[in-house]
């Protein structure tokens, strides 16, 4: 099992930055991507926000490119979503993921952090 502790979140004003942060601990090995996921409006499922692969590729939904940047600390085994200049609809749950290959795909979910941006 894997298990994700989630920081940061919170409150910012519009234009303000928030830096969430996740670390995964125990069977950690075989990891494929890590990142974080959120409902966007009128989507049941979660869907990406940005995420980063091993090897360090990294993707962004097109409403955070440019904004938002996320890194990743292999030997932590954590994630680092820097959010900058960031705007009301921003506002939601986020969810950290992370993701490992062994008999097929495996997914673990944090239990999500708020964010909540305002004037």
């Known amino acids: 099992q894997v298990q994700l502790v989630e920081s940061g979140g919170g409150m910012a004003q519009v234009g303000g930055s928030l830096r969430l942060s996740c670390a995964a601990s125990?069977?950690?090995?075989?990891?494929?991507?890590m990142g974080w996921y959120r409902h966007f409006p009128g989507k049941d499922q979660r869907q990406m926000v940005a995420?980063?692969?091993?090897?360090?590729?990294?993707h962004y939904d097109p409403s955070v490119a440019g904004r938002h940047t996320i890194s990743m600390d292999d030997a932590k085994m954590a994630v680092t979503l820097e959010m900058n200049n960031l705007k009301p609809e921003d506002t939601g749950v986020y969810y950290c993921?992370?993701?490992?290959?062994?008999?097929?795909?495996?997914?673990?979910w944090g239990q999500g952090t708020q964010v909540t941006v305002g004037s």
């Open positions: 993921n992370f993701r490992r290959r062994k008999f097929g795909t495996l997914n673990y």
């Open positions: 125990g069977d950690t090995t075989n990891m494929v991507v």
């Open positions: 995420t980063v692969a091993n090897g360090g590729s990294r």
